[in-house]
Nanobody, 128 residues
Framework: VQLVESGGGLVQPGGSLRLSCAAS????????MSWVRHSPGKGLEWVSA????????YYAESMKGRFTISRDNAKNTVYLQMNSLKPEDTAVYYC??????????????????????WGQGTQVTVSS
């Protein structure tokens, strides 16, 4: 399994970035995916999750309305569109693969916060 993030960088407050996570080595459309970030001040913080088919999305409260998670199963890629960025969004952003496959869920998808693979991370710095 390999998860490779890209798209991070330096952006001014109010700006936008689009992160990508290219996945390989597993059946991508069988698993939900998440974005998690880490900063020295806040530690590890869950950002967003998306179901295996993209039909369900979830966001941390502080990201609602600013961030959008999506996926393209034909390209084995999950995205995080980040708008209206704030200095407190500065962090290393990781994509993570859910441990449980779609067959685990008897009903709707929900983020369990359990991951078995992580990417190497991409740095996002929001500063003027």
């Amino acid at each position: 399994v390999q998860l490779v993030e890209s798209g991070g960088g330096l952006v001014q407050p109010g700006g936008s970035l689009r992160l990508s996570c290219a996945a390989s080595g597993f059946t991508f459309d069988d698993y939900g995916m998440s974005w998690v970030r880490h900063s020295p001040g806040k530690g590890l913080e869950w950002v967003s999750a998306i179901s295996w088919n993209g039909g369900s999305t979830y966001y941390a409260e502080s990201m609602k309305g600013r961030f959008t998670i999506s996926r393209d199963n034909a390209k084995n890629t999950v995205y995080l569109q980040m708008n209206s960025l704030k200095p407190e969004d500065t962090a290393v952003y990781y994509c993570a693969k859910d441990r449980a496959p779609s067959t685990y869920y008897s009903g709707s998808y929900y983020p369990r916060g359990e991951y078995d693979y992580w990417g190497q991370g991409t740095q996002v710095t929001v500063s003027s």
